[in-house]
């Protein structure tokens, strides 16, 4: 599983990369040949505390880095991997490879998964999962009951009765937690009341995600209708309509183009088309203030329900919410909740049938793990002893128990392994 390890400016190694193959390694030499050394890289790798001490000499930082692969590994090993990488957020494992680096320096350390930084935390949960180091004072992870359930679900191939348990157990506690939801929420009638009225209130207002916007234009433009109009016909009169209009002051200085055209034809016929474009310009400005001031009506009542609707919307959002969309959103979550509790009784029925479905469904499966689990334990267990023999204890004894306890994702079984030297 562990391919490779590189260690830069450990203690007295300055660059060591070693290669390990699939099976058995063996790393063997003299007293102070370095063999500690590799096994401390380890344990720094994995989040054991680092002193700024174990930098070398005359260096800035250590590093080390190691690549393990994945692709032979138990399947529940590389499930728990990946589930550990999905719960810290970090990037999943690149065809099978997982890439771990701590890089230490004088003024601390810091910690990579998959080349993104992690907590010390992460590492030591990843090292706890994929390397074990036995010696004296060591920790073991024999000595864990979960690890030694785990060691006999390998052993006897139990991966998959053991996730539909997991399965099963997660169904059930879905259910329970929704029904325990169901049966806290309890509304007396004169709230069941409240919201009824607050839907009504909403909905009889039909509101339309689009229609404040548009409200709003009609009512700025109907409110200043008098003062369009008054605009507009001043405007009116003095470009075209009025007696010495601009329009018609221009006509006298388009006759004097035309004279200078006569008398200059080149670019006196410029002057006159740029003249008349600008009477024409000017003219076409009137007619569009004549159509503006045709289409405006001084309607009060029109004026009068615009403004209505505008309040009515202003006062279900200091009420509600901030927008239409929001509004209609709580609309929907309160009509949601009176169909929930209008349905509660025949609700909570049906999660209680689905919770003994559940009850029933995860007490088979756990039977089923627990008979697997005995007849694996007897197997494991005389085989062990088997071995024990060759090891020279003549009388030693190696026994698993399977004993009841509360099911859970891995079952309704205690196990734990007894050994007699």
């Known amino acids: 599983m562990l391919e490779t390890l590189h260690i830069r400016n450990l203690a007295t190694v300055s660059v060591l990369d070693i290669e390990l193959a699939s099976g058995l390694n063996v790393l063997t030499g003299e007293t102070g040949a370095g063999k500690s050394i590799i096994l401390g890289a380890v344990q720094v790798l994995l989040g054991e505390r680092a002193e700024k001490t174990i930098i070398r ?40 490879q997982l890439l771990l680096r701590r890089v230490v320096t004088r003024n601390g350390s810091r910690a990579y998964v998959n080349a993104t930084p992690v ?35 390998a052993f006897g191939s139990l991966a998959e009765a053991r996730h539909a348990c997991s399965a099963c157990y997660e169904e059930l506690t879905g259910t329970r937690e929704s029904l325990d939801n169901l049966r806290n929420e309890h509304l007396s009638p ?3 009341e409240m919201l009824r009225y607050q839907l009504n209130e909403i909905e009889s207002e039909d509101l339309r995600p689009d229609e404040e916007e548009a409200l709003n234009e009609r009512h700025r433009t109907a409110s200043h209708a008098r003062s369009l109009l008054e605009i507009a016909g001043r405007c009116r009169e003095g470009l075209s309509e009025g007696e010495g209009s601009i329009c018609d002051q221009l006509s006298d200085y388009v006759r004097m183009m035309q004279e ?15 003249t008349e474009s600008v009477v024409e310009t000017l003219q076409e400005l009137s007619n569009d203030l004549t159509d503006l001031a045709e289409s405006l009506e001084l309607d009060q009542e029109e004026l009068t329900r615009l403004e209505d609707r505008i309040e009515t919307i202003h006062k279900l959002k200091r009420k509600y919410a901030r927008s239409i969309d929001d509004i209609l959103s709580e609309a929907d979550r309160i009509r949601d909740r009176l169909t929930t509790l209008d349905s509660r009784e025949q609700r909570i029925a049906e999660l209680e049938t689905q919770q003994r479905q559940a009850e029933t469904n995860l007490y088979e499966h756990c039977s089923t793990l627990t008979a697997s689990r005995r007849e694996a334990a007897g197997r494991l267990g005389r085989a062990i002893a088997g071995k024990l023999k060759h090891l020279g204890f003549e009388q030693g004894a190696f026994d698993i128990s399977v004993t009841e306890a509360a099911p859970g994702p891995a079952g309704a079984d205690s196990i734990e392994f007894s050994f007699a030297p």
């Open 119 to 153: 907590t010390l935390d992460i590492m030591r949960q990843l090292g706890n999962l994929l390397v074990d180091i036995h010696g004296p004072n060591d920790h073991q992870s024999l000595l864990h009951p979960r690890c030694q359930r785990d060691l006999l679900d």
């Open 57 to 96: 000499k005359g260096e800035s930082a250590c590093e080390i880095t190691a690549s393990l692969y994945l692709g032979e590994a138990p399947e529940p090993l590389v499930r728990q991997v990946a589930d550990t990488l999905e719960n810290s957020g970090l990037p999943a494992c690149e065809e099978d």
């Open 260 to 274: 200078v055209e006569q008398m200059a034809p080149a670019p006196g016929r410029s002057f006159v088309q740029q």
């Open 190 to 192: 004169a709230e069941c």
